[in-house]
């Protein structure tokens, strides 16, 4: 099973395509799509749409792991973010590929086995679990592997957005 696992923002969107065969894991691709500051709001959806719409088209994922949303303290910030997140939504609707959402709290349990693990935990787990020789630079590219990561460990009993 290839996954797809998607941290969202607008600014950073961390991306994992793992595959996962047998209980085993193997890292196909890793990384961010990082949009600048300054850009008009139109433009950094267009560039996370088309990002994510190549991996999707290079990997031919089963399924788009996301983490859900939850309310920052600024409003300001979760709604770019979500917009964001729309744009991996909407790839996903018109590729047909499946998508879970999992919280950060589900994600924590799945890769460390505690929800409530603190980010070097789940960083040390996805190095671990993917066999890295060191965790990646951007905490967003760790955790969108570890969304991943949650979903081969959940898949049978994830709920599909539709």
């Known amino acids: 099973m290839v996954i797809l696992g998607i941290d969202p923002g607008y600014a950073i969107t961390g991306y994992g395509v793992i595959e996962y065969e047998g209980n085993h894991f193997k890292l196909l691709e890793a990384g961010a799509v990082e949009t600048k500051a300054g850009v008009p709001m139109p433009q950094r959806l267009a560039k996370i749409y088309d990002d994510v719409s190549m991996l999707v088209d290079t990997y031919h994922p089963d399924a788009i792991a996301i983490e859900e949303l939850f309310y920052h303290s600024n409003a300001k910030t979760v709604i ?6 729309g744009n991996v939504l909407t790839v996903a609707a018109k590729k047909g590929i499946d998508i879970y959402e999992y919280t950060p709290l589900q994600v924590k349990q799945a890769v460390v086995g505690y929800g ?10 996805v190095k671990t679990l993917m066999n890295l020789k060191t965790i990646p630079k951007l905490d967003d590219t760790t955790d969108a592997m570890a969304i991943a990561i949650c979903h081969a460990h959940s898949c049978r009993y994830a709920e599909t957005i539709k």
């Open 116 to 125: 409530r693990a603190d980010k070097k935990q789940v960083q040390t787990m």
């Open 80 to 85: 770019g973010v979500a917009q964001g997140r």
